[in-house]
């Protein structure tokens, strides 16, 4: 059986325009990992390659000049499977052999390299007049993010109006996104995701729980440990707009079973009332019971019920390549307990929603992290913006 590399193409171009023929590093990689992620879409990749020393020398001589933020992508035949931009290059040396070292960043990273404020010449005062969350978005590409498509027909509307909203304060499109655009919700209370994809196309849209996207069975896993964790667990919230202090309200049912644990929902100075308490609730849905906080890895065949080319439709079942699944997809492990779960709730304990993967091609591994971003040093450190974040 042909080693999973060998149905994937490392291309290499100046920029994403690809108007040239590219640098193919297809072959026999030593590491191949990326990942997907939510907020992100493709968020890093890991490349060492054998590779003559002297070749080695124009990836990092900056005089000539060399390849950092050069273009990057895998495909599978004609499919994008990730694409970012080069960002770390470095070489190893065993014994008298030489690797090629890239990690590269999705183009979301690209949100965190120029700054957006309201108050500069052109943009949009938010603190007056109607806007959606996806006005806001729009115009934080079109201003500030230039290695995004243009394409914002991916962008979903929301239904809230944030009018009012002051956005003065000198940030990262991505921040203003994250942390105040999407804690924001909707009038369904639905959470809502920011994403870069394939071609730089960026994508705003509500979780999805519809129906299950990819099917393994408890055979394909390995280090499986599943935890319900009730760290994040909050039953009573309070929402705060700038520093005014809105409506809380409580869960009775989360009351019922476990001890009051209160939250102060710090949300952006000008949102209304209404936007307020939509936040809050949806903080509530989110954290009132405890959650499947734990990854695991796997090493055995993954089914999609996707329709897709040279798949199945209808719901038909089909093996595909574990590098397909990416986050925002959602999974079950088929055969665990209990039996009686049998639609696509999202019930933490055999169907999750998808929110990390990490794929290794050399091994043929896929890394899932369900329902919440893994809570490790240096995610904690970036969502305090103490470390220059991955993505």
Known sequence: MPAPWQSLRVLIYPNATKAVDPIDLSGPYSTLQFSTGLHGGFKLLRLTVPMPLGDIWEYLNRHLPGRHFF????????????????????????????????????????????????????????????????????????????????DQSNIAATTHDIGGLVLTDRAYPLDIITSKIAPLSDTSNQVWHFAVWENQTAYWSPRSLD????????????????????MHLRNAVQPVVGATEGTADDDDDSLVLYPRRELLLKLPTGGSATVANAARDTAIAERKQPRQSTSFTINGPVYSTEAAPGLPVDGAIAE?????????KVIRIQDLVP???????????????????????VSDTLRIQPDRPANTLSAILARLNLLERDY
């Open 71 to 150: 273009h990057i992508e895998i495909v599978e035949a004609h499919t994008i499977v990730w694409e970012g931009r080069i960002l770390d290059i470095g070489f190893q040396m065993s014994g008298n052999r030489f690797l090629l070292d890239l990690t590269a960043a999705g183009y979301v990273n690209s949100l965190r390299d120029q700054y957006y404020d309201a108050a500069d010449a052109s943009n949009t005062d938010w603190t007056s007049g109607s806007h959606s969350a996806d006005d806001v978005i729009k115009e934080l590409l079109t201003k500030e993010c230039p290695d995004i498509s243009s």
């Open 211 to 230: 129906q299950v996207d990819v099917i393994v069975n408890l055979a394909s896993l390995s280090q499986l440990r599943l935890t319900q964790s009730a």
């Open 320 to 328: 595909i390549p574990k590098w397909r699944v990416r986050a925002g």
């Open 339 to 361: 039996q009686g779960a049998a639609t696509t709730a999202f019930d933490d304990l055999r169907t999750f929603h998808i929110v990390e993967t990490n794929y290794d091609a």
